[in-house]
């Protein structure tokens, strides 16, 4: 198996370099241009085989669901699935926590985003008591070896940490209290783990000191700004998928251009070229 060496620089939410400052129409024409880099990005996994897994994590209210629409909206849903995480149901309760993920993984040519994912085990479940201590602790090292086996069996790992102040999270929750749009996003466990604030980030910083591997490094974008962060956020994607990868344009099949030549005739063929 590879290597899983922690990475060497720690990092910590309260010393994040900020985003470059940017107009909204900047962020846009930004979002917009990784956009198209990821349909092509997109494209070459189905034509190599290729597969990716991106986790998402952050703070409650960080912007996680809205950066993945936007990468959602990019691209073809027939090879791309998105995961919601949310508490192991009475089944996967009982199973090894790590095993309703293994079931969750990209085929050939797809992409799989988790909306949260395996690292609960080492923020929720641990800050809430939800398993003993020792569980909790022992699932840093199998965190590594797990991602360790998806990199070592030819899939790109992309783990995006989004991160909110304390005050505009505050700002976001309000927002949503008087939004009747936008309180379907609420509930009881976001107040309940704001509260523990300092639990999260010690759980946090913990998680990137043990986890923030060089087979799986974390990237972690400061999210108050959200069009700054999403368009942070798809560029890291970009340059984590487009590693190595091959983005010119696939020619046309022959099979498929002797075909349209025969139905739609010369003209169409040659501006197909």
Same mark, same amino acid.
């Given at each position: 198996?590879?290597?899983?060496?922690?990475?060497?620089?720690? #990092?910590?939410?309260?010393?994040?370099?900020?985003?470059?400052?940017?107009?909204?129409?900047?962020?846009?024409?930004?979002?917009?241009? %990784?956009?198209?880099?990821?349909?092509?990005?997109?494209?070459?996994?189905?034509?190599?085989?290729?597969?990716?897994? @991106?986790?998402?994590?952050?703070?409650?209210?960080? +912007?996680?669901?809205?950066?993945?629409?936007?990468?959602?909206?990019?691209?073809?849903?027939?090879?791309?699935?998105?995961?919601?995480?949310?508490?192991?149901?009475?089944?996967?309760?009982?199973? %090894?926590?790590?095993?309703?993920?293994?079931?969750?993984?990209?085929?050939?040519?797809?992409?799989? $985003?988790? *909306?949260?994912?395996?690292?609960?085990? =080492?923020? $929720?479940?641990?800050?809430?008591?939800?398993?003993?201590? &020792?569980?909790?602790?022992?699932?840093?090292?199998?965190?590594?070896?797990?991602?360790?086996?998806? =990199?070592?069996?030819?899939?790109? @790992? @992309?783990?995006?940490?989004?991160? #909110?102040?304390?005050? &505009?999270?505050? /700002?976001?929750?309000?927002?949503?209290?008087?939004?009747?749009?936008?309180?379907?996003?609420?509930?009881?466990?976001?107040?309940?783990?704001?509260?523990?604030?300092?639990?999260?980030?010690?759980?946090?910083?913990?998680?990137?000191?043990?986890?923030?591997? /060089?087979?799986?490094?974390?990237?972690? =974008?400061?999210? *108050?700004?959200?069009?700054?962060?999403?368009?942070?956020?798809?560029?890291?994607? =970009?340059?984590?998928?487009?590693?190595?990868?091959?983005?010119?344009?696939?020619?046309? *099949?022959?099979?498929?251009?002797?075909?349209?030549?025969?139905?739609? +005739?010369?003209?169409?063929?040659?501006?197909?070229?």
């Amino acid at each position: 198996m590879g290597n899983t060496a922690q990475m060497a620089k720690s #990092i910590r939410l309260k010393s994040l370099p900020p985003l470059p400052e940017r107009s909204k129409e900047e962020n846009d024409r930004l979002v917009k241009a %990784h956009q198209e880099t990821l349909v092509r990005i997109q494209q070459a996994l189905l034509f190599s085989g290729q597969r990716a897994v @991106v986790v998402f994590e952050g703070m409650d209210a960080a +912007g996680k669901g809205g950066t993945i629409r936007r990468l959602a909206w990019a691209m073809d849903p027939r090879s791309l699935k998105v995961w919601p995480i949310g508490a192991p149901n009475e089944i996967e309760a009982k199973q %090894h926590y790590l095993q309703r993920f293994w079931t969750r993984l990209p085929e050939k040519t797809q992409i799989a $985003v988790f *909306d949260r994912s395996w690292y609960g085990r =080492v923020l $929720v479940e641990r800050v809430e008591g939800l398993t003993p201590a &020792q569980n909790w602790r022992r699932a840093y090292q199998e965190i590594n070896a797990f991602e360790q086996q998806l =990199v070592d069996d030819g899939i790109r @790992v @992309v783990k995006i940490f989004l991160h #909110i102040s304390k005050e &505009q999270q505050r /700002k976001e929750l309000i927002e949503r209290l008087r939004d009747p749009l936008k309180r379907w996003k609420l509930s009881y466990d976001d107040f309940r783990n704001r509260a523990r604030w300092s639990d999260y980030v010690e759980a946090i910083e913990d998680m990137f000191d043990r986890t923030n591997t /060089k087979a799986a490094p974390w990237d972690v =974008v400061p999210s *108050d700004d959200k069009p700054a962060a999403r368009a942070q956020a798809l560029g890291i994607l =970009v340059k984590r998928l487009s590693k190595g990868l091959d983005l010119s344009l696939p020619p046309l *099949d022959r099979k498929v251009a002797r075909m349209a030549l025969k139905m739609l +005739g010369k003209n169409a063929v040659k501006s197909a070229r």
